[in-house]
């Protein structure tokens, strides 16, 4: 399954989405699917908040939206999160998921990805 196809609930305030965290990652960004959620890398450790407060970063930088619109709604303690963007549309996180599925020859996407410092399909 493709992050393209992932489930987003829109509501007034935004989009929200389920999201698998992956903490001491080697590489930092998104990995891919798990089930219905994206599964995000980082290279935090899961103490005092470090891995939520950089899967927030990742987000942000994957979306182009300040970190301060990026909210752990459910399972701040745990690896299965749910995660609220403020401002953003169903259809333009779609678009931007779609973008990042895209295969890994398109320039464009490779040079957006790495201003980011984001990974996508990391080994």
Do not use: H
């Amino acid at each position: 399954m493709s992050i393209a196809t992932l489930p987003l609930i829109a509501d007034a305030a935004g989009v929200r989405f389920r999201v698998r965290a992956v903490p001491r990652a080697r590489r930092q960004g998104l990995v891919g699917r798990y089930g219905d959620a994206l599964r995000v890398a980082v290279r935090a450790a899961a103490e005092k908040g470090r891995a939520n407060e950089a899967l927030i970063e990742v987000l942000a930088g994957v979306f182009a939206v300040p970190a301060s619109a990026v909210q752990i709604v459910a399972g701040a303690g745990g690896r299965d999160k749910t995660v609220a963007i403020a401002g953003l549309g169903a259809d333009a996180a779609r678009s931007r998921l779609a973008e990042l599925a895209a295969p890994a020859g398109a320039v464009a996407d490779r040079a957006a990805r790495a201003a980011q410092g984001c990974a996508v399909g990391g080994r």
